[in-house]
């Protein structure tokens, strides 16, 4: 799938039903993990790490008073459960390639958002998921995830 090419340091805004999510790019084979995903599932790319997310649908506004006493409008959203620096799968298909500065992002929907993960902590597991940019993988690699 063709990527839309931004220039490095570019700033991306999600409005409050979108998330930006950059995406992981697959390395190799797990040495010694119980995680298995399958060969045919590698060809496109369907996790990555939440960088921005929106604050949620609008749902509705209740009627509030300020602290003057006046009449104030509060604003009601469908709560997110997914926050920046969460791992996620997503729908395979969905959302918006960016290439920001050669590193592989996409724009989706929450609602594209089916889970999130935790990945199994090991010394082997920065090898396997690695990111376009190096920064990022020095991060991974020194944390140990």
């Known amino acids: 799938m063709l990527a839309i090419r931004l220039p490095a340091g570019t700033e991306v805004a999600c409005e409050d039903t979108t998330a930006l999510i950059k995406l992981y790019k697959y390395t190799g084979k797990l040495r010694n993990s119980k995680l298995v995903l399958p060969d045919t599932s590698l060809g496109e790319i369907f996790f990555g790490r939440v960088v921005k997310i929106g604050k949620g649908q609008f749902v509705d506004y209740e009627e509030t008073t300020d602290k003057k006493g006046e009449k104030a409008y509060r604003v009601l959203r ?14 395979r298909y969905h959302g918006e390639r960016l290439q920001i500065g050669g590193v592989l992002h ?24 690695r990111f376009d940019d190096e920064e990022e993988n020095e991060a991974i690699a020194s944390s140990k995830l």
Do not use: S
Not at 83 to 88: F, Q, R, S, T
Not at 124 to 129: G, R, W
């Open 78 to 91: 469908k709560p997110v459960t997914i926050e920046a620096g969460n791992d996620i799968v997503f729908n």
């Open 106 to 129: 996409v724009l989706l929907r929450i609602d594209d958002i089916i889970a999130r993960i935790d990945l199994p902590k090991g010394d082997d597991i920065e090898n396997y998921f």
